[in-house]
């Protein structure tokens, strides 16, 4: 699997590659609608800057494409912090006799 954001000026959004020994399947997740004419030069510069570079053999190249927002990025290292931060240590619960 690959994943590469796609930049010129400013970010279009996210691709992740997979390659199989038949095809090669990708998903393009834009962060704002393209024209159709666009949409399809992008694609092309994927296939020919990420898939056709990497010099394996395929049918077809096989794109979904979605229009969506970045709502955030996490990690374990994330979870790992959030979950340290929500460990109470507060023992007043605990009563002594």
Same mark, same amino acid.
């Given at each position: 699997m690959q994943g590469n954001n796609l930049q010129s000026n400013n970010r279009l *959004? @996210? /691709?992740?590659?997979?390659?199989? @020994? @038949?095809? /090669?399947? *990708?998903t &393009?997740? &834009?962060e704002r609608e393209l024209e159709e004419a666009d949409l399809t030069k992008l694609?092309?510069?994927i296939d020919e800057d990420l898939v056709l570079s990497a010099d394996?053999?395929?049918d077809d190249f &096989?794109?979904?494409?979605? /229009? $969506?927002?970045? /709502? $955030?990025?996490y990690s374990d290292e994330y979870f790992a912090e959030e979950n340290s931060d929500s460990l109470d240590f507060d023992d007043d619960d605990d009563q002594s006799i």
């Open positions: *959004g @996210t /691709v992740d590659i997979h390659f199989t @020994t @038949t095809a /090669v399947h *990708g &393009l997740i &834009l694609i092309e510069q394996m053999p395929r &096989l794109v979904s494409v979605y /229009v $969506g927002k970045d /709502v $955030g990025f």
